[in-house]
């Protein structure tokens, strides 16, 4: 069947489920949008307010649903837009194809109107990325691109593909997708059993939960095991909801952020479980005392994260969903009570603070209420981040979407659009600060175009609040630029898109402006007038151990 490079496209997405894209038009990229016209009742295009919002529609798209998340972006500018939301998705491991399209073949290296070198540009930020100069070649590395987006330790990939290809015909034969299984091949009976000794030998484990797990979906494996050795649980950011928040054996988040529980029982174990995480800098606090009593058993899918910046005492390296599933019949129950008992009486004299009035923890507690648990809740970067990790209960895999890694403001709204197309009638709440929603307000358009129930909250502080908080315990409380009080109204600008507004001070106000947004069938934005010098607690100094954690009683 003879198919211009365009038709080509649309067609190996569909091949591939794809039943939504986000993006923006151009020049480059027009043979394509007229082919997606043309489609428009099997493809479903969310034309967002900024390429940047494409990326991060796909990402949370992606995170939210477990599928390839894909976006659209014409050359030059359109292209180089894309490319925080690639980082964000590469940080943070999640599958997404990136397409492109770039001046005509002939134009490329003449500095033409628009042309730009995007895949040099982002060689750093992706598993890969093509360019594709020949029609004949761009099926075959578009069904590529989404088997590496998939496979092993997820991530982006970008096709690049010249105009002229876009409007060029060839040969195309419909092909059913490669199936991506787990990673197996490098897991070993060796590893396996150095693994278990450890394990089998430990008096005081505790369980270390990273993104792998969300990755692999080992949730009901990461449970049987926690039962099967008797050990306490904590987690990453990214490993939110993996391991259910309501559980007597969960403790909370590890490190600067982390609960007091889980920064003091990792301090004291002595065999540390780490399952699919590269042990950052946000968790590990001074690397040198880092669980410095404890063996490591080191469980990824990435060889090149086991001993990076841990050295690992055994290590299996493959999908952690498989690998469990092989380690669990390997091992005895086992009986740590004493260790367990330790746990239980650190939680009840270090229990999570709700600090009185309205504020961040109050918001988000309330919102953990009012939806049961079941909401998807997204964040952008900042105190309001920590307060949605450390007082939201998750107890589903892909319920948490935040940006890890790169830790981008503006990543929020953008991802909340992808959750709710990817999820309908699933509640999608944003919880942003007021520094991070005037990076990408605009987005509110988009939502209000496309009828999207989500629910877009600002505590708004009027600073920068993480910044100011770090300037105010170690810089002097010169508050350096820090401040954003103005005369904007978020509540009018909200109307003028199109989207229900509400300004709260108190809590009254608050449950009656969540009671109505939760009913809502469009967008509404809560705006939380909230104060200024509230902060994250407990926090680890950058460079000091975890276990000094220390909260405002301690200063």
């Known amino acids: 069947m003879q ?57 949370g798209y992606a995170r939210s649903t477990g599928r390839v998340g894909v976006c ?86 970008l096709v690049d593909i010249t105009k002229d290809v876009t409007a060029a015909k060839c040969n195309y034969v419909k092909t059913e997708p490669e199936v991506v299984g787990p990673v197996v091949s490098e897991i070993t009976d060796e590893d396996l059993e150095a693994a278990c000794y450890l394990i089998s030998k430990a008096k005081k484990p505790y369980i270390f939960v990273g993104g792998g797990a969300r990755i692999s979906g080992a949730a009901e494996e990461l449970l049987q095991l926690a039962e099967l050795i008797d050990a306490p649980v904590c987690d990453t950011l990214m490993g939110k909801g993996c391991f259910p928040g309501t559980h007597e054996r969960y403790t909370g988040m590890l490190g600067m952020h982390g609960t007091k529980v889980s920064n003091l029982g990792v301090s004291d174990c002595d065999l540390l479980l780490a399952l699919g995480t590269r042990f950052s800098d946000r968790v590990l ?67 999570v603070k709700y600090p009185h009035g309205f504020n961040g923890p109050y918001v988000v507690n309330s919102l953990y209420k009012k939806t ?87 505590l708004d502080n009027g600073v920068l609040g993480m910044v100011r908080q770090w300037q105010d315990i170690f810089y002097g409380e010169r508050y350096s630029e820090t401040t954003l009080m103005g005369q904007v109204d978020y509540v009018k600008l909200a109307e003028s898109m199109g989207v229900k507004g509400y300004c709260v001070y108190t809590e009254a106000d608050f449950e009656t402006a969540i009671t109505e947004a939760l009913a809502a069938d469009g967008p509404v934005l809560i705006d939380c007038r909230i104060d200024s010098d509230d902060k994250v607690w407990p926090m680890v100094a950058p460079g000091a151990p975890i276990e000094e954690c220390f909260d405002d009683s301690d200063r």
């Open 285 to 351: 606090g001074n690397p040198k005392k880092f669980a410095h009593h404890a063996r490591v058993v080191h469980i990824d899918v990435d060889p090149a994260e086991v001993n990076k910046n841990v050295v690992a005492d055994a290590a299996v390296i493959g999908d952690m969903k498989e690998v469990l599933k092989r380690i669990i019949p390997m091992l005895k129950k086992q009986d740590h009570s004493e260790w367990m008992q330790h746990i239980r009486d650190l939680q009840d004299s270090l229990p």
């Open 372 to 458: 049961h648990g079941d909401a998807i809740i997204v964040t952008e970067v900042g105190q309001h981040q920590m307060w949605a990790a450390q007082y939201y209960k998750y107890k589903g895999i892909r319920q948490f979407l935040s940006s890890g890694g790169l830790g981008t403001m503006g990543y929020g709204l953008g991802a909340a659009i992808g959750a709710a197309c990817g999820n309908p009638g699933k509640k999608v709440i944003n919880i942003a600060g007021d520094g991070c929603f005037r990076m990408n307000m605009n987005e509110l358009i988009t939502a209000s175009r496309e009828k999207l129930p989500i629910i877009e909250i600002i």
């Open 3 to 59: 198919l211009n490079g365009s038709q080509i496209i649309l067609e190996v997405l569909k091949e591939h489920g794809v039943d939504t894209v986000f993006g923006y038009p151009g020049g480059a990229i027009l043979n394509l949008y007229d082919e997606l016209y043309r489609q428009r009742d099997q493809i479903h295009h969310i034309l967002t307010s900024h390429e940047q919002g494409a990326s991060h529609a796909a990402d």
């Open 72 to 157: 659209f972006a014409t050359s030059g500018p359109g292209a180089t837009n894309l490319v925080t939301g690639i980082g964000t998705a590469y940080m943070d491991s999640v599958p997404m194809v990136a397409i492109t399209c770039n001046v005509t073949g002939s134009l490329l290296g003449k500095d033409s109107f628009q042309e730009i070198d995007i895949a040099g540009i982002t060689t750093p930020i992706t598993k890969h990325n093509f360019i594709v100069k020949d029609v004949r070649d761009l099926a075959d590395t578009l069904r590529r691109a989404f088997r590496i987006a998939k496979r092993g330790r997820p991530g982006p990939v």
